[in-house]
Nanobody, 122 residues
């Protein structure tokens, strides 16, 4: 069993930055891929970014490329999502997830956190 706890969300103005964290317990992250997804009100959950167990493979959704950076600290069993130049359309609940490969589909992930709210005002 894996428990994932996200933190770092909040209310910011457009152009600001936030760093989300996802702390894992119950299983070491060193051999697993991690992903970030988000879900806006009335919309389906969508892929944001993913990183392989080694950190050597990273994938981003097109709309966040150049603005968001995913990283992981295996020693701390934590994955991060640095979000810069935030836009109102980034407003959503952000979820982290654990899976075998850094893929952009929900089905690739086995465990999910409870989510953290990010709200970007214009």
């Amino acid at each position: 069993q894996v428990q994932l706890v996200e933190s770092g969300g909040g209310l910011v103005q457009a152009g600001a930055s936030l760093r989300l964290s996802c702390a894992a317990s119950g299983r070491t992250l060193s051999r697993y891929a991690m992903g970030w997804f988000r879900q806006a009100p009335g919309k389906e959950r969508e892929f944001v970014a993913a990183i392989s167990w080694s950190g050597g493979s990273i994938v981003y959704e097109d709309s966040v490329k150049g603005r968001f950076t995913i990283s992981k600290d295996n020693a701390k069993n934590t994955v991060y999502l640095q979000m810069n130049s935030l836009k109102p359309e980034d407003t959503a609940v952000y979820y982290c997830a654990v899976g075998a490969l850094p893929r952009g589909v929900l089905a690739a992930y086995d465990y999910w956190g409870q989510g953290t709210q990010v709200t970007v005002s214009s």
